[in-house]
């Protein structure tokens, strides 16, 4: 059974990285049948896409975020990661990794909040 | 980029009916979308896939009292014999040229 499951810091300033972790774990990050992502949830708001991957290789990303996301993955841990720059405020959520079948998100981890403060 | 609109808003008895609309953009109405459920403090939970056509394909484990339909660029998804459980939000999601689109969600609340 596909698992996957977000790692990171808890609490990152602002202007600075935040640096995420998916690993997955009951299918190969590796497969051509699946695209990778991520997605983010403000307190008390609704899901927005930060971007995903495809085949280790092709990524792609939220254009109100391109700047400053960065999405890339270690195929001999079974992993993807997500680097967002310059953080602020309106930063904090909480950060699902997912994976897409035929595009469609079918696989959640369970999520991981990130507050951004000083 | 397509557009997902949905009610910020429903509400129906235990053990009744209740359809949620998710509606795409104009020049989009013939896309595919998925739904998703998230129950308090909970990550989200793919439902189903909901095909152009109507045809839907549903997620391991999602109850037969959820099902999908379509009407132009409106997108239901009905939940029959309401539960207290089914008491979440519910999002709708697509696709174009690599970049995916969340609706703003539905809160459903279970009377």
């Known amino acids: 059974q596909l698992q996957l499951q977000e790692s990171g810091p808890g609490l990152v300033k602002p202007s600075e990285t935040l640096s995420l972790t998916c690993t997955v774990s009951g299918g190969s990050i590796s497969s051509r049948s699946y695209y990778w992502g991520w997605i983010r949830q403000s307190p008390g708001k609704g899901l927005e896409w930060i971007g995903s991957m495809f085949y280790s290789v092709n990524t792609y990303y939220n254009p109100s975020l391109k700047s400053r996301v960065t999405i890339s993955v270690d195929t001999s841990k079974n992993h993807f990661s997500l680097k967002l720059t310059s953080l602020t405020a309106a930063d904090t959520a909480v950060y699902y990794c997912a994976r897409h079948s035929s595009r469609a998100t079918d696989s959640w981890g369970q999520g991981t909040l990130v507050t951004v403060s000083s | 980029q397509p557009v997902l609109t949905q009610s910020s808003s429903a509400s129906a008895s235990l053990g009744s009916s209740v359809k949620l609309t998710c509606t795409l953009s104009?020049?989009?109405?013939?896309?595919?979308i998925a739904w998703h459920q998230q129950q308090p403090g909970k990550a989200p939970r793919y439902l189903m896939k909901l095909e152009g056509s109507g045809s839907y394909n549903k997620g391991s484990g999602v109850p037969d009292r959820f099902s999908g339909s379509i009407s132009g660029a409106d997108r239901y998804l009905t939940i029959s014999n309401l539960q207290f459980e089914d008491e979440a939000d519910y999002y709708c999601?697509?696709?174009?040229?690599?970049?995916?689109?969340f609706g703003g969600g539905t809160k459903l609340t279970v009377l």
């Open positions: 104009s020049g989009h109405s013939t896309y595919i």
């Open positions: 999601e697509t696709w174009d040229s690599n970049v995916w689109v």
